[in-house]
Nanobody
Framework: QVQLVESGGGLVQAGGSLRLSCAAS????????MGWYRQTPGSQRELVAS??????????DSVKGRFAISRDNDKNTMDTVYLQMNNLKPEDTAVYYC???????????????WGHGTLVTVSA
């Protein structure tokens, strides 16, 4: 099972931009999708954006037109994803988590692998 390491969080003023990165600990053919989720205290973790091995992306309505998820150019593997966040709003403040769907040979199914999260704070 890979480990995921997020980076790029921080403090930014409203209207600013940040770019988050998520890197898997190894290059593997067993990951078929990666995504970004976020969570605020007292709330459930919610999907922000995802991308699959075929390049198909999905965004939460609240970030469409402002955020963009991308991956490394190697189309045969997924080990690094990015989240470009533009026109940030105070309501985007959250801990952002990276997730990968990795095939587990023992269980013969895809399992979720989570990073530890990176804090994004947007000031008004």
């Amino acid at each position: 099972q890979v480990q995921l390491v997020e980076s790029g969080g921080g403090l930014v003023q409203a209207g600013g931009s940040l770019r988050l990165s998520c890197a898997a600990s190894e290059i593997t053919f067993s990951i078929n999708a990666m995504g970004w989720y976020r969570q605020t205290p007292g709330s459930q973790r919610e999907l922000v954006a995802s991308v699959n091995i075929g390049g198909r992306t999905h965004y939460a309505d609240s970030v469409k037109g402002r955020f963009a998820i991308s991956r490394d150019n190697d189309k045969n593997t997924m080990d690094t994803v990015y989240l470009q966040m533009n026109n940030l709003k105070p309501e985007d403040t959250a801990v952002y988590y990276c997730k990968a769907d990795q095939f587990n040979d023992r269980d013969n199914r895809y399992l979720e692998v989570w990073g530890h999260g990176t804090l994004v704070t947007v000031s008004a």
